[in-house]
């Protein structure tokens, strides 16, 4: 058993030849953060994504002449979405004193800081890593954070099973290059927890090339990996962590006394595409075999060193693992990593179906103490009028010193919690605005998910986070109207293709596409178990109700006892939903809101209340060659088929009259 023949010229991209002359992660870092400037060097800030930071600028403050509003986010390395209290309280007082007095849940269980700038980059990396926690390795062309279950379950030895190996997997593929604490600590040695020796002798030991001889980096070398790789333990049943979307997924298997036996794993998710490049796309894992307990760290080098080795380091598009599954297929895949591995892999386990999780409001760990799982909307732990999860997250982790685990949807636990401490919990968080029962939030926002986007990400197209709670509010509203009201569904919106908030796994995605405008995805599973797939390419948000309406009433008409929206949408069929909405159009009506403004909403049944026909918009129907042409007419202008129409309507009615 080999592995397959490299091809002896490899073209590499630009960011290759800057990974290779940074000195392992430390240049041009090094250098600058001494230099009294607002931002790093391009080659900086790609160095620097892999301590852990990217470099923005706020676009809200964008004024034209003048230079940018540099700022930094920072990211916290922490597997299984474990935060300690003294960490959680460093982040707190970081995020007053240096950021935007914000905290934000990641999608991969970690905390992010926005808004430090770089004269302080160094003293809060500092305060990071001396208050148990990191940077390293939390963004870049290396393995990211660690994903397991939040649940701490005490009781089921599985899910301690998953948390022990989501560290040790970190602990195996963390960089070893002593850049960053010479940069952030000046090279001083901060204490933190001893790593397993078995994870340190798997990472020296050189199965069939698996490693870099005498190099500082004895698994990545000097280039590290084409692009990020990402990497989840759980177990079976649990799809609290989207395993399908991640590079490889470790599922606990144990025997009937409860004890580990080994892995199901599972290979080349991700979610990353670009739009109008159909080469580029979002993809689920497939099945590669089961693993003994023994041999994960060595199968976990071997399918790393695959990637590392046969990834595409010309075409960062092309780069992520799921095309080397794509254009190899599972089979070859698997034989170039037994070819690491040096044996066969035994065959994928029978288990049973995954279905989505998030452990909110109260439950037991299973050895007497309480958990607590708090839904945040989006991700974002603020302080905002009545609002106040920040003020009562810092009270309660000072009052009771109690440890996190962040979930891959935005959420928080709070665990280890005696039951004498519940009643006092409860009352910080109701006298500071939290919600803490599931069935007093809002189910869309509960299965929702929005990434940051504007105004700091460079990446954004559109709006994501701070559009979603209008947008849920806006569908809410057409539900109720069209006898929906106890509907539900997994909404995910990104202001970007690059999929942070994982929106081609959602029952209803939408994908910023132009200022204002989105990809629409339909047909994911409630479980995160199936592709959505893109629906409409270029949906103005304005026309939201109008757009959904008739997808809805078709929902309603004709769905199967019981059967969910992205099942419904799978299940039908586009062609047939197409066919529905376009012999359904709705008309949409103009009513009076609460506070006098007149909102227009669509409607296919009559309305029992007077309405103001002012402003009502009539439809005219078309013949289809011509909607078509009006559609890539509109598209191309950047305007809505509507106004286009009223404009060519217009000008030729004045012109015959």
Not at 140 to 159: F, I, Q, S
Not at 344 to 364: H, M, R, T, V
Not at 386 to 395: H, S, V, W, Y
Request: include cysteine; charged fraction near 30%; glycine fraction near 8%.
């Amino acid at each position: 058993m080999v592995k397959s023949p490299t091809s002896p010229v490899r073209k590499s991209s630009k960011l290759e030849g800057i990974k290779e002359r940074s000195n392992f992660l430390r240049e041009p870092v090094a250098t600058e953060i001494m230099q009294d400037t607002t931002h790093f060097s391009e080659e900086s800030v790609q160095i620097l994504k892999f301590h852990g930071s990217y470099q923005q600028d706020n676009r809200d403050n964008r004024v034209k002449g003048q230079e940018k509003d540099y700022q930094f986010m920072l990211r916290t390395r922490s597997p299984g979405g474990f935060i300690p209290p003294e960490l959680y309280l460093a982040l707190d007082s970081i995020s007053q004193e240096y950021g935007n007095h914000t905290l934000r849940v990641t999608t991969r269980q970690g905390f992010q800081v926005h808004g430090v700038l770089k004269k302080n980059l160094k003293a809060v990396i500092a305060a990071i890593v001396r208050n148990m926690g990191s940077t390293l390795g939390a963004c870049g062309d290396l393995n990211r954070n660690v994903m397991a279950p939040p649940a701490p379950y005490k009781h089921r030895r599985e899910y301690q099973y998953a948390w022990e190996y989501a560290d040790k997997i970190a602990d195996l593929l963390t960089p070893q290059t002593g850049a960053y604490y010479e940069i952030w600590l000046d090279d001083e040695k901060v204490i933190s927890a001893e790593e397993a020796s078995e994870v340190k002798a798997a990472r020296q030991r050189n199965l069939n090339d698996t490693n870099f001889v005498d190099k500082e980096e004895p698994i990545y070398g000097e280039h590290y990996m084409p692009r990020k790789f990402k990497c989840c333990v759980t177990v079976p049943g649990d799809n609290s962590v989207d395993l399908y979307t991640q590079d490889v997924t470790l599922v606990v298997i144990t025997d009937e006394q409860g004890e580990l036996e080994g892995f199901n794993v599972l290979v080349g998710g991700g979610m990353g595409r670009t739009h109008n490049k159909e080469e580029t796309f979002a993809r689920i894992a497939d099945e590669l075999g089961y693993v003994d307990k023994d041999d994960v760290y060595d199968l976990v080098k071997a399918i790393v060193a695959t990637q590392r080795d046969y990834g595409d380091r010309f075409n960062r598009r092309h780069a992520r693992m799921k095309y080397l599954l794509h254009d190899w297929g599972v089979d070859k895949f698997r034989n170039v990593v037994e070819g690491f591995f040096g044996k066969k892999l035994a065959a994928y386990k029978p288990i049973p179906p995954f279905q989505y999780k998030d452990f909110l409001g109260w439950n037991e760990q299973g050895d007497g103490k309480l958990f607590l799982g708090i839904s945040i909307e989006n991700g974002r732990v603020k302080d905002e009028g009545a609002f106040k999860l920040k003020t009562a997250l810092r009270e309660i982790t000072q009052r009771f010193t109690l440890p996190m685990r962040l979930t891959a949807n935005h959420n928080l636990i709070i665990y280890e919690i005696e039951p004498e401490q519940q009643q006092d919990l409860e009352e910080i968080l109701k006298s500071n605005g939290i919600i803490i029962t599931p069935e007093g939030i809002e189910p869309l926002v509960r299965y929702s998910m929005a990434c940051p986007a504007l105004p700091t990400c460079g990446l954004a197209i559109t709006e994501s986070e701070r559009a979603l709670p209008g947008i849920i509010e806006r569908i809410r509203v057409l539900l109720d109207k069209l006898g929906l009201q106890e509907e539900h569904f997994v909404i995910r919106m990104t202001g970007c293709p690059n999929g942070c908030a994982r929106p081609y796994m959602a029952e209803l995605g939408f994908v910023g596409s132009a200022p204002e405008k989105y990809q629409v995805w339909l047909g994911g599973s409630p479980d995160q178990t199936r592709l959505a797939r893109v629906y409409e390419n270029k949906m103005p948000i304005q026309e939201l109700e109008s757009f959904l309406e008739p997808i809805f009433v078709y929902f309603k008409t004709e769905r199967q006892a019981q059967e969910s929206f992205g099942d419904f949408c799978d299940r039908v069929g586009f062609d047939a939903i197409g066919e529905y909405c376009h012999s359904n159009e709705p008309t949409p009506i103009s009513t009076m809101s609460e506070n006098g403004l007149v909102n227009e909403v669509a409607a296919t049944e009559p309305v029992k209340k007077p309405v103001n026909t002012q402003n009502r918009r009539h439809r005219i129907r078309v013949r289809d060659e011509l909607h078509q042409r009006i559609k890539e007419a509109a598209t191309k202008q950047g305007k809505t088929m509507t106004d286009l129409a009223a404009e060519a309507l217009e000008a030729y009615l004045e012109k015959i009259s």
